[in-house]
């Protein structure tokens, strides 16, 4: 079984930076592919980005050139670092093991304007 708890979220002005964590226990392994949703309110879940075992990346075309994914396997933890931030960025950010079919409970991004 997988459990996955994030961290890092909270309030942050427009153009600041957040650095959201995603603590994994269980059979997680550095093949599973990980990755970030995001949900504001009245919007459905939309994929932040995902990572791949090995590296690979992918992102929303909204977060590209701002949020980067990246993984620390020995550590089972995924993270979602987000620069330049927007009030649209304000959501309830998910991680996600895509392989296992797990989410984690989310954390809540607010950016003022």
């Known amino acids: 079984q997988v459990q996955l708890v994030e961290s890092g979220g909270g309030l942050v002005q427009a153009g600041g930076s957040l650095r959201l964590s995603c603590a994994a226990s269980?059979?997680?392994?550095?093949?599973?592919?990980m990755g970030w949703h995001r949900q504001a309110p009245g919007k459905e879940r939309e994929l932040v980005a995902y990572i791949v075992g090995g590296g690979s990346t992918k992102y929303a075309n909204s977060v590209k050139g701002r949020f980067t994914i990246s993984r620390d396997d020995a550590k089972k933890t995924v993270y979602l670092q987000m620069n330049s931030l927007k009030p649209e960025d304000t959501a309830v950010y998910y991680c996600?093991?895509?392989?296992?079919?797990?989410w984690g409970q989310g954390t809540q991004v607010t950016v003022s304007s």
């Open positions: 996600r093991c895509f392989t296992k079919n797990t």
């Open positions: 269980g059979s997680i392994f550095s093949s599973d592919v």
